[in-house]
């Protein structure tokens, strides 16, 4: 007599999805970022052909350049992509809801908006115009190239859509608010801050040429973390008080047009004295909203609900 046993596969399978349910509702924001870095880093991986081809040299960055719109792509709408993947599966309709009503949050303060155009230029501006007192090579790219037209409308264009709505979608969109239920603006800025440096170190790692020396890496730790978390620390304390996915959005791009429309054209020690000063700038401007606040930069933990 046989006993016939039902198959355990659909068991087995539904009690390792409800393990990866619950796990990411337990833990959104490490999901969030694990999934994020994952897209991205997937894209590079998949084009330039496994972890063996980072960093790209010369003869293997160059013949993959028709492919390089879609490492682009990839990484810049992977944060988007994880937060709208997430908030569908954790809160569906009301979370999409919820992020469009922060989307499209205008109604704010012309302060707001005030700081979140003119921080990055006002910051970047002069510290270049100080340090090319020292060497010209310092001066403001938009005062040494030879098409400011193009200049200004790359700058713009990549920051509106690249830095602000691709990426902003996802940092400010998801993960911001839930850090503010736990955290102040600091720790919020600090932690979203270097995770940020280090999502831009994947892409620049990959296309940087060959493996890169003492004074090549510590330019691009500079680049990404000298003052990334900082200025992340000021995006955080605007979006606490204006709970505006827009105004952050409008920061972001700002900060990224700057950079391309101002960063010099310099290289080696002088990009090195360049990226720190800035950094301490941005440091600086930190230090000095924190003391205009009475030492609190936070103003209240986020009434966030769904999100």
Do not use: C
Not at 86 to 115: E, I, P, S
Not at 167 to 189: D, H, I, K, M, N
Not at 223 to 252: G, K, N
């Amino acid at each position: 007599m046989s006993i016939y046993a039902p198959p355990q596969q659909p068991v087995l399978q539904r009690g390792i999805m409800s393990s990866i349910n619950a796990f990411i509702k337990r833990h959104p924001v490490l999901t969030f970022f694990a999934l994020a870095f994952a897209i991205s880093w997937g894209g590079i991986l998949i084009v330039v052909g496994g972890p063996g081809a980072i960093p790209g040299t010369a003869e293997q960055v160059e013949p993959l350049s028709p492919l390089f719109l879609f490492v682009m792509l990839a990484w810049l709408a992977s944060p988007s992509l994880a937060s709208i993947l997430l908030t569908g599966l954790l809160y569906g309709r009301a979370g999409f809801r919820d992020l469009l009503t922060r989307l499209t949050r205008w109604r704010v303060r012309a302060r707001g908006y005030a700081v979140a155009l003119l921080t990055a230029p006002l910051l970047l501006t002069p510290v270049l115009l100080a340090l090319s007192l020292i060497s010209p090579e310092f001066l403001p790219s938009i005062f040494t190239t030879s098409d400011t037209a193009a200049l200004l409308l790359m700058g713009i264009g990549y920051g509106l859509i690249g830095g602000g709505f691709l990426e902003e979608l996802g940092w400010t969109g998801f993960a911001v608010p839930r850090l503010r239920q736990r955290y102040g603006v600091l720790a919020t800025g600090l932690i979203v801050g270097f995770l940020w440096g280090a999502y831009h170190f994947s892409v620049v790692f990959w296309a940087g040429g060959n493996s890169p020396g003492m004074l090549s890496l510590a330019i691009l730790s500079a680049q990404l973390f000298a003052w990334m978390p900082a200025f992340r620390v000021l995006m955080v304390w605007v979006y606490d008080r204006t709970e505006s996915l827009l105004v952050a959005m409008l920061m972001h791009a700002s900060l990224t047009a700057s950079t391309l429309i101002l960063q010099p054209l310099t290289t080696g020690v002088n990009l090195l004295t360049y990226l720190l000063v800035f950094g301490a700038a941005v440091w600086v401007i930190v230090a000095v909203v924190a003391v205009a606040n009475r030492g609190q930069l936070s103003r209240q933990s986020l009434k966030i609900g769904i999100r």
